[in-house]
C-alpha cells in the first residue's frame, strides 16, 4: 500500500492514479546518476484522485504532498511541449481556492489525470438522488 491508500478517510476511494512519465530517464541529470535518481523520483511520486480529493505525494526523504477537497479545486491546468504530446507526458498545474497553485511535471498522461479531477468533481457537486 502507498500513501494515498495510507490516508484514505472512511468510505473515501481511489478513482484514478497517476505515475511520472519514462520520459524524466532521459534527462541530463538521469544520465549522471545512472537512472537511480529519476527510478526512486518514480517509485516514490503518487497521484491520485479519489472519490473526495486530489492527492499527491512526491519523495522518500523529504516529502512534498498536496491534498485538496474536490469542492476546492477550481481548475486543473495542462502544459504539454510537442514531445509531451508524441509521448504522453506533460505537466500539470493544480489551482486550488485561497490561492492554492501547484505544478507537477512530468506525468503520464496529464489529460487523463485532468478528466478524472473533473469527474470526480462533478459526482461531488451533483450526487445521483436516492
Known amino acids: 500500500m ?29 544520465l549522471l ?9 518514480r517509485w516514490t511520486s503518487e497521484f491520485a484522485v479519489t472519490n473526495r480529493r486530489v492527492v499527491i505525494k512526491l519523495g522518500l526523504i523529504s516529502r512534498q504532498t498536496l491534498e485538496l477537497s474536490l469542492a476546492k479545486v477550481e481548475s486543473i ?3 504539454q511541449s510537442l514531445l509531451g504530446r508524441i509521448f504522453g507526458y506533460g505537466t500539470i498545474i493544480v489551482i486550488g ?15 487523463g489525470f485532468r478528466r478524472a479531477v473533473m ?3 462533478e459526482s461531488v457537486s451533483s450526487p445521483r438522488a436516492a
Open 2 to 30: 502507498g500513501y494515498v491508500e495510507d490516508n484514505l478517510s472512511k468510505d473515501e476511494r481511489v478513482l484514478y492514479r497517476a505515475h511520472l512519465h519514462w520520459v524524466l530517464f532521459l534527462s541530463f541529470k538521469a
Open 33 to 41: 546518476t545512472l537512472f537511480l535518481s529519476p527510478m526512486i523520483q
Open 77 to 79: 491546468g495542462v502544459e
Open 97 to 111: 481556492t485561497g490561492g492554492t497553485r501547484e505544478r507537477f511535471d512530468q506525468i503520464a498522461n496529464p489529460l
Open 119 to 121: 469527474d470526480a468533481s
